[in-house]
């Protein structure tokens, strides 16, 4: 009982550090190190031995891990597992704060739907932020960097039950075009509730 916990544990503290793809990847190449796995570079010729374990990213969004066994001969067969990393969200659209602007202290930012989610569990809650950010650097280089606000910032809200009479009989039937794609919002002065 006492590992099946652990295990539970284990993997619950995995999905909280892996709020994006990308997270996930940088969470099991951190666990794949901790393991014992090396680290390859994609595009250089790799050294493989009997008994090595081995990794490989690509663009900080896929992982690649494998292990050869101890006593593999060529020809020999391989099993592949694979999994995505990906889930559905709300995402937010990359250029969105011109259209929506700023009122009363709260930024609106337009988001799109990612994935086939059940997207009524994403209204009327507080969310964070995670994703990954691209950084130009003084050099005009870019670097990414992992962010992951954890604190509520954002809302999507519903409508007022004025707006919307039929939500008590008929349920609430969420539209992506009109219920997801409008602006949510974010609260921008110093007094944000968390």
């Known amino acids: 009982m006492q590992q099946r916990n652990a295990e539970a544990q284990g993997l619950v503290d995995y999905l909280n550090a892996s709020p994006t793809a990308y997270h996930s990847v940088a969470e099991t190449c ?13 595009r250089q010729p790799w050294t493989i031995a ?10 900080t969004a896929t992982v690649v891990a494998f292990a050869v066994g101890r006593s593999v001969q060529p020809g020999a067969g391989f099993i592949v597992v694979g999994a995505h990393t990906d889930s559905p969200c709300p995402k937010v659209k990359p250029v969105t704060t011109r259209q929506t602007g700023t009122k009363a202290g709260y930024l609106s930012v337009g988001v799109e739907p990612y994935g086939g989610g059940i997207w009524a569990t994403w209204f009327d809650r507080d969310l964070g932020v995670a994703g990954r950010v691209l950084v130009r650097r003084g050099d005009g280089s870019l670097s990414h960097h992992l962010v992951h606000i954890k604190r509520p910032i954002l809302r999507t809200p519903s409508l007022a039950i004025h707006l919307n009479r039929e939500v008590n009989s008929d349920g609430f039937k969420v539209n ?15 007094g944000a509730r968390h």
């Open 30 to 42: 951190r666990q794949l190190r901790s393991a014992g796995f090396t680290c390859l570079e994609e």
């Open 50 to 59: 009997p008994g090595g374990r081995y990794f490989f990213t690509r663009d």
């Open 176 to 190: 992506v075009q009109s219920h997801l794609v409008r602006p949510q919002s974010i609260q921008t002065c110093s």
